[in-house]
């Protein structure tokens, strides 16, 4: 489980000047509310996000880097892992839009 004012974040797709591109978008946790129904992160940039979902992004990341894959359109924490793994992503995605970069 994070900690208030950890930094959590995704990779989404944008617009500007017609041109599509990926970015990072991060935002600090502002509060964690735990009750019978769950955990949930709350930030100033993103909805309120179930702790778990995010915690198993996270690791799912983490465990990723070796295999070269990444989330996107899903929020993890930006930790010195994951930071410089999205954000040398983006940079390769940004830079060879004709490639497929997505399994799905």
Request: negative net charge; hydrophobic residues 35%; without cysteine.
């Amino acid at each position: 489980m994070l900690n208030v004012g950890d930094i959590i974040g995704g990779i989404y797709p944008s617009e500007k000047d017609g041109k599509e591109y990926w970015k990072l978008i991060e935002s600090p946790i502002s509060k964690i509310v735990i009750n019978k129904s769950g955990a949930k992160y709350y930030s100033k940039r993103f909805y309120p996000l179930d702790v778990e979902d995010v915690d198993l992004n996270t690791s799912s990341i983490e465990d990723g880097v070796d295999k070269g894959y990444i989330f996107v359109r899903e929020v993890f924490h930006l930790n010195n892992v994951t930071k410089p793994f999205a954000e040398r992503w983006i940079k390769y995605a940004n830079e060879n839009p004709d490639k497929d970069l997505s399994v799905l």
